[in-house]
């Protein structure tokens, strides 16, 4: 765990810091609505504050939170974006359960500026409690789903937390990774996420290699699709799917895919999509490459390979195939 | 805004910028509950993938999220913990709402290390969708409750966006405030986020100085009473109460109370109990200050002093406080 307070012990740096020139935050995006007509409430706030609660007015909803990070040592102009995938945040990028610097780190390391995003409905940017707008209910998702649909391990072998022989995942701090996870609404928050990420990159201003992790992919490719001149690369990792309309529209792309691709009918499906959608930008001229891990030796890598043991590895191919893009 | 793009145009540091050594993040407490019974359901997780969704399960609920930050010029080893209001998550340090850095830049600015906390049900803690645990409903601040309750300016003024003749809240940005609002489930959840601060202090694993604003004071002080010994000083920014049980432990306190405090009959009353408080602390030989913002001469603060046109002058004088508590 790099904590300042091992710095401090230690009297240097932190284990795992990347020194930075500076760092912000900002929202983008989303839209005002108003909620009238509902009754006043009394409600206690705090234990020592009791309220007339009126539940009506003006609220935003539907904005993306953005951090950015700018390395000491920028060595690339072009900003990483990275998109979270379903059920997570931005928190995702920037440690694995086992407390290693996570890829937000190793983009720094590599001396790009990065931004990441929480889409609309994951943490810091909010969520809608007004049914009216967004019907829910919510999901969230359980260790058991994660086990399973992150390629850990078989369902069945869950209870004993047993992983695959060849099983890349930080297994140990396995329960820590749902600590991360937070609710849904599936399928409801699809059209304003696109939106808020076409609004990101409009507050960015300049085109941005975007990486976008499983659900996150679709939502990064609706909107690259959108704003096309935003995009200058695209890098999907272990993306859910790819939107029926359009598949491209000229950026290079990459796709990252992990082992393990036979556990369930899902993989097994998605695997083959991986490759039709390859093998159609080959077909477009489309410059791309599909990094199926294990075809290239690297055995073991689950759905999260950004938590992965050789995460900082392949954070550090894709630094290099981002570099090449731009030549 | 201080966006690295300003930074490329310029060819320097980001507007605003503060270097640093590192950042990271993690989560602390929590607890890990079992949803067992419910039917299965046929979701569609994506546009193109259908699921057999099992909401049953083992689910971790009720962590903290903390993000630290290390300054590249550390000058002192006091580590300085920022807990946010109700309805509010750790991005109300980061940035104001017209775009200016927060207490968060402030504080790394004059040296100190500085961890940033999404508590129980805020950001990228998350929250738990489960009712059983969390009955709800939850609530959502408006535009409108934030204008009065803020003491921004008169209920009935703003419509027309008109502030209090005299104020330092950024009233142009005011929409933009509420952006950074989510959910909260009031008095449901603040055991739960007494508890998990008292992780996040076990975690960083010294003693601190604990800055909170508002609702997050009450937890704050609840939290600091549970884990005294973790304790060097605590800053109750507009603190929305105290505790029944107990108020100090004996480190220095400090209150820090903007203007306008004749707005409304709470903020009338809180004035008060600001006044009882630090008499009893220093009954007790407490060392404490209480700065009425107003009545050192600093006109037009609001209940958000980290935001006002003056933040960065608070945070100052904040930050030689706290370096004179410790001589």
């Known amino acids: 765990m790099f904590l300042p307070e091992e710095a401090v012990t230690l009297g240097g740096l932190p284990a795992g810091g990347v020194p930075l020139a500076g760092f912000g935050s900002f929202y983008a995006g989303g839209r ?44 690339h102009d072009l900003p990483i974006v990275l998109l979270h995938g379903g059920g ?45 707008f967004w019907p829910g209910p919510p999901i969230l998702r359980s260790a058991e789903e994660a086990w ?85 690369a695209l890098v999907l990792v272990e993306s859910s799917g790819f939107p029926a309309a359009g598949t491209a529209a000229g950026w290079p792309v990459l796709q990252v895919v992990g082992d393990h691709l036979d556990a369930t009918p899902l993989w097994i499906d998605l695997a083959r999509r991986y490759r039709t959608f390859a093998a159609d930008l080959t077909r477009q001229g489309v410059r791309n490459d599909a990094w199926f891990l294990a075809e290239r030796g690297i055995i073991g890598n689950s759905h999260m390979p950004m938590m992965d043991d050789n995460s900082t590895d392949i954070a550090a191919e894709i630094a290099v195939w981002l570099a090449g893009v731009r030549s």
Do not use: K
């Open 32 to 75: 005002q609505v108003r909620i009238e007509g509902r009754p006043i409430a009394q409600i206690q706030f705090t234990p020592t504050v009791d309220f007339d609660w009126d539940p009506n007015g003006l609220f935003h909803i539907e904005q993306a939170y953005v951090q950015w990070f700018m390395p000491a040592d920028r060595r």
């Open 88 to 132: 997570f945040t931005g928190t995702m990028w920037e440690a694995t359960p086992d407390g290693r610097p996570g890829w937000l780190q190793d983009f720094l390391g590599a001396g790009y500026p990065v931004y990441v995003v929480d889409n609309v409905e994951r943490g810091r940017a909010g969520w809608c409690p007004f049914t009216e």
């Open 148 to 232: 399973s649909l992150f390629r850990v391990g078989a369902a069945a072998d869950f209870a004993m937390r047993r992983p695959f022989a060849a099983q890349r995942f930080p297994t140990a701090a396995f329960d820590d990774l749902i600590r991360g996870s937070v609710p849904r609404f599936p399928r409801q928050t699809d059209d304003a996420a696109v939106a808020a990420l076409g609004a990101v990159f409009d507050r960015i201003g300049r085109s941005v290699a975007l990486v976008a992790h499983s659900q996150g992919g679709e939502i990064a490719l609706r909107a690259a699709l959108a704003s096309p001149e935003r995009i200058a």
